[in-house]
Nanobody, 125 residues
Framework: QVQLVESGGGLVQAGGSLRLSCTAS????????VGWFRQAPGKEREFVAT????????DYADSVKGRVTISRDNAKNTVYLQMNSLKPEDTAVYYC??????????????????WGQGTQVTVSS
């Protein structure tokens, strides 16, 4: 399995931006679909964005569409999540996850086999 490490989280004011990174080791990352998920206190983990390894197809949750962009740099074994116009309700721990079984991306938690440890994003009002 691939090992994933998230970075780039932090504290930002509403309307600000953050770029999260998900860096992989252990396997060739270009063969993996990657998803970003988030979990706020007391809530279930939810889908944010995904990027496939065939054609780099992308998909986004409705709650972030238009504010968030997922991209990948296979040479750096890294997937990015650029988040703009952040809102207090975006506050959560953000996790990246990877799988090889769904090449065009997946929004389902159960599609993913490898998970990172998470990075905290806090948006102040």
């Amino acid at each position: 399995q691939v090992q994933l490490v998230e970075s780039g989280g932090g504290l930002v004011q509403a309307g600000g931006s953050l770029r999260l990174s998900c860096t992989a080791s252990g396997r060739t990352f270009s063969d993996y679909t990657v998803g970003w998920f988030r979990q706020a206190p007391g809530k279930e983990r939810e889908f944010v964005a995904t990027i496939g390894w065939i054609g780099s197809n992308t998909d986004y949750a409705d709650s972030v569409k238009g504010r968030v962009t997922i991209s990948r740099d296979n040479a750096k074994n890294t997937v990015y999540l650029q988040m703009n116009s952040l809102k207090p309700e975006d506050t959560a721990v953000y996790y990246c996850a990877a799988n090889t079984r769904f090449p065009f991306g997946s929004s389902r938690l159960t599609s993913y086999d490898s998970w990172g440890q998470g990075t905290q994003v806090t948006v102040s009002s």
